[in-house]
C-alpha cells in the first residue's frame, strides 16, 4: 500500500511513528515519520497490508493524532511479491518556480494551481503515475501541497511544508493530457515549489519492475562514523533481504539526525556521476528529518548518499522493499485511489478508442493549381509522421474467469479458453496513406513489431497458483499500443494539406492476463 502518513498535535519531541502489516512482528529498529512537539509532519510510506487489510503503528514516545491517506495500492497474494510496474529513470529536475524551470518564474499564489507536464519529459511515457521529490523552499509559515493528475480531483495533500524549507516524495498520477496539477494548500500565502522525478509507475502489464515488500535497518552511522560536510557513504541494498544483485530500484526511507547545520540529501546509483540539481530530505539543525526515495541502485546493488550540508550528519536507512528490473508482460500496475475493479480498468481500451480503420487511406483532397512562386517543385506524396507512443491498453477476447481459494494452502487451478476474435488497427483523423504505410512508419520510429490485423484463437489454457482465501481471475486478450501521428498531402507545387491528427490503436501481442484480489 501507498500512503501518505501524518503525524498532528505531537507532545513528545524528537518521537516517530512506524508502520508494519498487522499480525506479524513489528520491526525493529526501524522507522516511517520523525516528528516534534506542536509540528505537523507527514511521509510517504510504502507498506505491506495484512491479508485481513491492516497495517499497524507503533508512536515511540508521548501522544499523536495519526492521519492516514492511501495514494495507492499494489495487487497481492499473501507472499512477497505483486505486481508493481515501476520504471526507474534518470533522475531529472522538472519544475523549479524559482528559475522557471517547467513554468513560468513566479510562485504559486495562495489557493492557487500549477500545471507542469511530466509525460514525454525525462523518459517518462504514456499515461502512468510518477514518483517525485517534492520541495518547498522556505515559505515563512507552515501549510500544505496538493498533488493530482490533471483534470482530476484535489483529494488529500501530499505533504505538509513547514516555514523551513520541506521535502517529501509521492506518487501523484498523471492525467490524460500528460500532466499533473500542483495546490497551494494555504490561504495566506505564496510557495515556491521544486519537483524532481526518480521513475514512474506503468498502466497495466507494460512490463514495469514488480514490487516486493520487505522491511529492513541497512545502515545507521549513530553506531558507527558520521557523515562529514559535503561525504558520501555508499550503501549496499543487492542481497539484503532475498534482494538480488541486479534489481530494479529499493524504497528507502532516509532519516537524518544529529546535524548542526540546514542542508539536503543526494541519492543517485553507486558508480555513476553524482547529479548536480536533484535533492531529498532537506533537513534542519537539530531536527530529525526522513524523507522516502525510490532510489536506483548502481554498482553491485549499491546507492550512494551525499551530505549536503556544511556540517557532519548522522544517517539511517530503512528499507521498505525493492522492484524487479523488469516484470513479465502480466504484470499489473500500481493503482492509484480512488479503486476501482482491475477487470474494468485493466481490461478494457480506453473509452476514446477509435473506430476500427478502414484498409484504404482517406481520399486527397483536391489537388491546388499553380506553381510554386520561387520555382520550387516537389514530388506528390501522401505522408504520416508518428510523434508520440502512449502506453499499453489491453483488448480483452474472450470470457473473464475467476476461482476462489477458500482452504488454507495453495491451490492450483487451470483456466481454459476457447473463442476467436479479430483485432485490428483502430483509428481517428484522415490517414493519408495505408495502414500497411501507417504500420511500416510505426515501426520503424519506434523498432517495435506491430501487425495491421491480428486474430487470436483461444484453444489454449494457462495454470495458475490461488494463495489461501484469495480470488485469481484471468482474462484472454491483446495487448495495444496508442499512437499519435500527423498526416498530410505534399503536393507538387510544394505546398501541403492541412495536417490531420491521427490517434490509432495498433494490435501489439496476444496472451493471458491475470491478477489476484
Not at 510510506?45 to 514516545?61: E, H, L, Q, R
Not at 506503468?202 to 541497512?218: E, K, P
Not at 507545387?493 to 492541412?498: E, G, I, L, V
Request: net charge negative; charged share 15%; proline share 6%.
Amino acid at each position: 500500500m501507498s500512503l501518505v502518513v501524518k503525524a498532528v498535535n505531537a507532545t513528545a519531541n524528537g518521537s516517530y511513528l512506524e508502520l508494519w502489516p498487522d499480525g506479524t512482528t513489528r520491526p525493529t529498529p526501524g522507522s516511517t515519520v520523525n516528528y516534534s512537539s506542536g509540528d505537523t509532519t507527514s511521509n510517504a510510506a510504502i507498506v505491506a497490508v495484512a491479508p485481513n487489510g491492516k497495517v499497524d503503528v507503533y508512536n515511540n514516545s508521548g501522544t499523536v493524532d495519526l492521519v492516514v491517506d492511501v495514494s495507492g495500492y499494489f495487487t497481492s497474494g499473501d507472499g512477497a511479491t505483486s505486481p508493481g510496474g515501476y520504471v526507474p529513470i534518470s533522475q531529472s529536475r522538472l519544475l523549479d518556480t524559482r528559475n522557471g524551470t517547467g513554468a513560468p518564474e513566479a510562485k504559486i499564489a495562495p489557493g492557487g494551481t500549477l500545471n507542469v507536464q511530466i509525460d514525454g519529459m525525462a523518459g517518462v511515457t504514456g499515461e502512468a503515475s510518477v514518483y517525485a521529490n517534492l520541495i518547498v523552499p522556505a515559505s515563512g509559515d507552515d501549510g500544505s501541497l496538493y498533488a493530482y493528475a490533471s483534470g482530476g480531483s484535489t483529494g488529500q495533500p501530499v505533504m505538509d511544508y513547514k516555514s523551513v524549507t520541506t521535502s517529501q516524495g509521492a506518487v501523484i498520477p498523471v492525467g490524460s493530457d500528460g500532466q499533473i496539477t500542483l495546490k497551494n494548500g494555504s490561504t495566506t500565502q505564496s510557495i515556491d515549489v521544486v519537483l524532481d522525478v526518480y521513475g514512474y509507475f506503468t498502466q497495466a502489464a507494460s512490463g514495469g519492475g514488480v514490487f516486493t515488500a520487505v522491511q529492513d535497518r541497512l545502515l545507521d552511522t549513530r553506531s558507527s562514523t558520521a557523515i562529514p560536510a559535503g561525504g558520501s557513504v555508499s550503501v549496499t541494498v543487492a542481497d539484503h533481504d532475498g534482494i538480488p544483485t541486479s534489481f530494479g530500484a529499493a524504497a528507502l526511507n532516509l532519516t537524518t539526525t544529529g546535524q548542526q547545520n540546514p542542508g539536503y540529501l543526494r541519492v543517485w546509483p553507486t558508480g555513476q556521476p553524482m547529479p548536480t540539481d536533484t535533492s531529498v530530505d532537506s533537513f534542519q539543525a537539530s531536527t530529525s528529518t526522513s524523507d522516502l526515495v525510490i532510489a536506483q541502485p548502481g554498482d553491485q546493488g549499491a546507492v550512494s548518499i551525499y551530505n549536503g550540508s556544511t556540517g557532519t550528519i548522522q544517517l539511517i536507512v530503512d528499507l521498505e522493499g525493492w522492484f524487479s528490473i523488469d516484470g513479465n508482460d502480466d504484470s499489473g500496475a500500481l493503482t492509484t485511489v480512488p479503486p476501482v475493479d482491475p477487470s474494468e480498468t485493466d481490461l478494457t481500451d480506453e473509452p476514446t478508442d477509435p473506430a476500427a480503420a478502414s484498409s484504404e487511406p482517406a481520399a486527397p483532397t483536391d489537388e491546388p493549381s499553380g506553381n510554386d512562386p520561387n520555382g520550387l517543385y516537389c514530388d506528390r506524396e501522401s505522408i504520416y509522421k508518428p510523434t508520440s507512443l502512449g502506453g499499453r491498453y489491453i483488448h480483452a477476447i474472450g470470457p473473464y474467469q475467476s476461482n476462489y481459494n477458500g482452504t488454507s494452502n495453495n491451490e492450483t487451478t487451470t483456466f481454459s479458453a476457447e473463442a476467436t476474435g479479430t483485432v485490428g488497427i483502430s483509428l481517428s483523423g484522415s490517414l493519408k496513406v495505408s495502414l500497411n504505410e501507417l504500420v511500416s512508419r510505426q515501426e520503424a520510429t519506434y523498432g517495435i513489431n506491430f501487425s495491421a490485423s491480428l486474430t487470436a484463437k483461444l484453444g489454449n489454457s494457462i495454470t495458475a497458483t490461488i494463495p489461501p482465501h484469495k480470488t485469481v481471475s484471468a482474462k484472454y486478450g491483446v495487448w495495444r499500443r496508442k499512437i499519435t501521428g500527423t498526416s498530410y498531402i505534399l503536393y507538387s507545387n510544394c505546398t501541403t494539406s492541412a495536417k490531420s491528427t491521427i490517434i490509432s490503436y495498433t494490435p501489439y501481442t496476444v496472451g493471458w492476463y491475470t491478477w489476484q484480489s
